[in-house]
């Protein structure tokens, strides 16, 4: 079950990437995950803005290792490929949220961790 406070530490630390502009920063999700409007926003400003590039780093090596110790921890799969993630690798993920749903409610984790299991040709192990 996620902890409230650091849901709400998260999406503080995305929207004060965006610097100045942050009156104008995307919403994180109802339920305060990190959305995919707000990804997708920092993959924009990354190039010309350092900080909302060390954030966009942070949260994506974040994510990145998690799985990766879930998976080597016994997280009840196998995987044929090693994991790896880049920005179009986040962008074809965050795209996957379907058409008429607002990038500002969907959630963009579990869509690049889906994502970067896929592409590592993880399955659950047997007896799991």
Same mark, same amino acid.
């Given at each position: 079950?996620? !902890?409230?406070?650091?849901?709400?530490?998260?999406?503080?630390?995305?929207?004060?990437?965006?610097?100045?502009?942050?009156?104008?920063?995307?919403?994180?999700?109802? /339920?305060?995950? !990190?959305?995919?409007?707000?990804?997708?926003?920092?993959? @924009?400003?990354?190039?010309?803005?350092?900080?909302? +590039? $060390?954030?966009?780093?942070?949260?994506?090596?974040?994510?990145?290792?998690?799985? /990766?110790?879930? !998976?080597?921890?016994? /997280? /009840? &799969?196998? %995987? $044929?490929?090693?994991?790896?993630?880049?920005?179009? @690798?986040? +962008?074809?993920?965050?795209?996957? &949220?379907?058409?008429?749903?607002?990038?500002? &409610?969907?959630? &963009?984790?579990?869509? !690049?961790?889906?994502?970067?299991?896929?592409?590592?040709? %993880?399955?659950? +192990?047997?007896? @799991?």
């Amino acid at each position: 079950m996620p !902890i409230p406070g650091r849901l709400f530490n998260a999406s503080m630390l995305v929207a004060v990437a965006m610097g100045p502009g942050a009156a104008s920063a995307e919403p994180t999700t109802p /339920g305060g995950a !990190i959305s995919v409007a707000q990804v997708n926003q920092m993959l @924009d400003q990354a190039p010309t803005n350092g900080i909302a +590039r $060390q954030v966009l780093t942070a949260y994506l090596a974040g994510v990145g290792e998690t799985v /990766g110790v879930m !998976i080597a921890t016994g /997280g /009840g &799969a196998t %995987c $044929q490929q090693p994991f790896s993630l880049t920005a179009q @690798d986040v +962008r074809a993920a965050l795209g996957t &949220a379907g058409n008429g749903l607002q990038a500002g &409610a969907v959630a &963009a984790t579990p869509l !690049i961790v889906h994502d970067m299991l896929n592409r590592a040709q %993880c399955s659950r +192990r047997q007896g @799991d």
